[in-house]
């Protein structure tokens, strides 16, 4: 049985090693890759129509104003 408390302490210890990565640049093509999966919603094409082509679904973004959830759960579940 795996306990819960591992799992999620397992997820940030990863969490915070990749951010590491991607911050110091320590490996340059994984943390360009890093980098790009955490831009949070930031658009690179900016407002150009043309550059509203369908992307594949490993590119798609989402708002960061999309994950107020998030923050609002993760402070009453660390309280």
């Known amino acids: 049985l795996i306990q ?9 210890l990863i969490f915070f090693g990749l951010s590491v990565v991607a911050d110091l640049n320590l490996v340059p093509g994984l943390s360009g890759f890093l980098r790009a999966v955490a831009k949070r919603g930031k658009d690179d094409e900016g407002d150009d129509p043309a550059g509203k082509r369908r992307r594949p ?16 759960v993760g402070v009453l579940w660390n309280a």
Do not use: D, E, L
């Not at 819960?4 to 940030?12: D, E, L, P, Q, Y």
């Open 57 to 72: 679904w490993w590119q798609v973004t989402v708002p960061h104003g999309w994950f107020t959830h998030f923050y609002v």
């Open 4 to 12: 819960a408390s591992r799992v999620v302490n397992g997820f940030w």
